[in-house]
C-alpha cells in the first residue's frame, strides 16, 4: 500500500506541477500525452479519481480535467520540503566524509589538535597529533583544559562568533579557566558548504609550521 500511495503522490506532483504550468484542468488524456508517462489513460483515470477521494483533487466541471485543492498544494509542498531535506541530508553526509578526512590528514602533520566542523552542524572531527609530546608533560593541566574545550564544543561557538572571510587565515589567543589557548583557522568551502578547519594548542606550538599546513591547503582547495 505505501509504494501504491507514493505513486499516487508522485501523480499529484505531476498533476500540480502542469496545472501551475499551463493555468487549466489537467486531465489523463494530457498526463498520458506526456512524455514520462508511466501510465494508460484508464489507470490515470483511476488514480485521479482515488486523489479526488482523497480530497487532493477535483474537478471544476463534468468531464474536465482536476484542480488541485487546498489539501493538495498543501501535500505537494510539503513532499517537496521533505525531498530537499532528504537531498541536502545525502549532500551534507558527502561533506562531512571530505571534511574528515582532510582533518585526518592535517592531524598527521600539525602541531596541535586539528577540529573541523560544518557551520550550523551537530558534528565535529579530530585529528591529534603531538599535543602530548613529552616535551609538553609539564603542561598536563593545560592540555587537560584545551582537551576539554574543544570536547565541550566552545572551540566551535568561539569561532562560530567570529566573522570569518574565505581562504584567509586567523589567529587568536583564548584566555580560559587561567591558561591561554592558541588558535588558527580558517574558512573553507567544500561542496558549496561552508566549513572551518583549526588547530588549536597551547602557546608553544610551531605557528610558522601550522600556518604553512594551512597555506597549502587553502592553495589546493582554490584550484
Known sequence: MENFDQKLLALLDVV????????????????????????????????????EKWGMVYQPYNSSGRVPTVQGLTTYIGNYLVAQEEEKEVEVIKVRSGLKELVESIGSLADGVVVGFLRNDEYYYLGINNLLRD??????????????????????????NKIVKKNQIYYSFIEDQNIVISCLYAKITIEDYDCILSIIGPTRVNYKQNVAIFKKILQSLDT
Open 16 to 51: 500540480i506541477d502542469n496545472y501551475i504550468n499551463k493555468g487549466e484542468p489537467v486531465g489523463s488524456k494530457f498526463l498520458h500525452s506526456l512524455e514520462d508517462a508511466e501510465y494508460a489513460p484508464s489507470t490515470l483515470r483511476k488514480y485521479l479519481n482515488m486523489l
Open 135 to 160: 616535551d609538553l608533560q609539564d603542561e598536563y593541566q593545560t592540555t587537560k583544559n584545551i582537551i576539554r574545550f574543544i570536547e565541550e564544543k566552545r572551540i566551535v561557538k568561539f569561532i562560530d
